[in-house]
């Protein structure tokens, strides 16, 4: 008889823990579930940028207006292209064709970026200003 009691007296607070161990396990959520939305800081993207700081010049540049890429065909001839930032990515506008940009990593000194579906990534640093 004691241990119906105590066993009636004791399964309220059973069911309560069981409840807050389940509903903790609601919320959580894997982190490869989670899509986040993630938005540049386009005054750290600005500037100029560069395969390394020795290189005699800049691969390409980017502001408020335009992309322009030095040397884009490899024969001397630079292009520049309108952009749409659009969360993590730049889509360069080209004469019917987009450019796809997105980037990785972006400090005050360093850019990485997947150019187009391209799973390589490059790394870009600033360019130093005379």
Known sequence: MMKRLLFL??????????????NSKEKEVPLNFIKKKENINLTLLYGVWAYDITDPHAVFSIDEKEFFIVDSDHLGNSKTYAYVVKENTLELE???????????????DSLKIKWNDNEEMTRYVRFPQN
Not at 9 to 22: A, E, Q, R
Not at 96 to 108: A, D, E, H, M, P
């Open 9 to 22: 007296l004791l399964l309220p607070l059973l069911v309560s823990c069981k409840n807050h161990i389940d």
């Open 94 to 108: 080209d004469e019917n064709l987009i450019k796809s940009i997105r980037i990785i990593s972006l400090t005050k």
